[in-house]
Each structure stands twice: as C-alpha cells, then as structure tokens.
C-alpha cells in the first residue's frame, strides 16, 4: 500500500523556520522524483519545490527561492522541506508528491497534507 505521510507543520511567527518530512513507502523511493506542492484556501494548488530521483536537479518557485530547501534521503524513503523567513503569505496546506515513470504510463502519489499557518 503506497503511502506518503507529510509532518512538521505548524503554526511559526513572521520570520520563523519550519521543516516539513514527508515519509514514504509501498513503493520503490529512490525511483520517484519527488516534490512538495501546497493550496492556499481560494487558490490553485502550485509547485514550491521539486528533487529529481539522486538530488541532482532541484526547482523551486520563485516565491520561495532563497528561503525554502528540498532535500532527500533514499536510506530513509524521506524527503524534506526546510522553510526559513516564512511569511504570512506561506499559509497554506502543503503536499508531497511522488512521480515516477512506470511503463506504459506514469504513477502519481499524493500524501494527505499538513497545514502551515505563518501568523503573529
């Protein structure tokens, strides 16, 4: 059974760090590039940041670069979020994902979610 399970929100002040996991299993990790996504409330869920399979390419959204990390751990089927200088505007309910090629077609995993509120 494919699980992803996210961890580490929370509710931080204005110019506060937080550190999101994301634990995995019931698939082959070190073959999935892997991304954390995350939905304000009224908005479009968007891309914050994405590893591909070894940790050779990292992509972060402009809003977040700077201040955010992915990382990854294929040893423990975890991949990581360090958020620094969070802002108000970082709320929001933040999502890993898990891609991987499997042929003929692609796998897609979501994880459940944490919430991320940045507030004073």
């Known amino acids: 059974q494919v699980q992803l399970v996210e961890s580490g929100g929370g509710l931080v002040q204005p110019g506060g760090s937080l550190r999101l996991s994301c634990a995995a299993s019931g698939f082959t990790f070190s073959r999935y590039a892997m991304s954390w996504y995350r939905q304000a409330p009224g908005r479009e869920r968007e891309l914050v940041a994405g590893?591909?399979?070894?940790?050779?390419?990292?992509t972060y959204a402009d809003s977040v670069k700077g201040r955010f990390t992915i990382s990854r751990d294929n040893a423990k089927n975890t991949v990581y979020l360090q958020m620094n200088s969070l802002k108000p505007e970082d709320t929001a309910v933040y999502y890993c994902?898990?891609?991987?090629?499997?042929?003929?077609?692609?796998?897609?995993?979501w994880g459940q979610g944490t919430q991320v509120t940045v507030s004073s």
């Open positions: 590893i591909t399979t070894a940790g050779g390419r990292l």
């Open positions: 994902n898990a891609r991987g090629i499997v042929l003929p077609g692609m796998n897609d995993y």
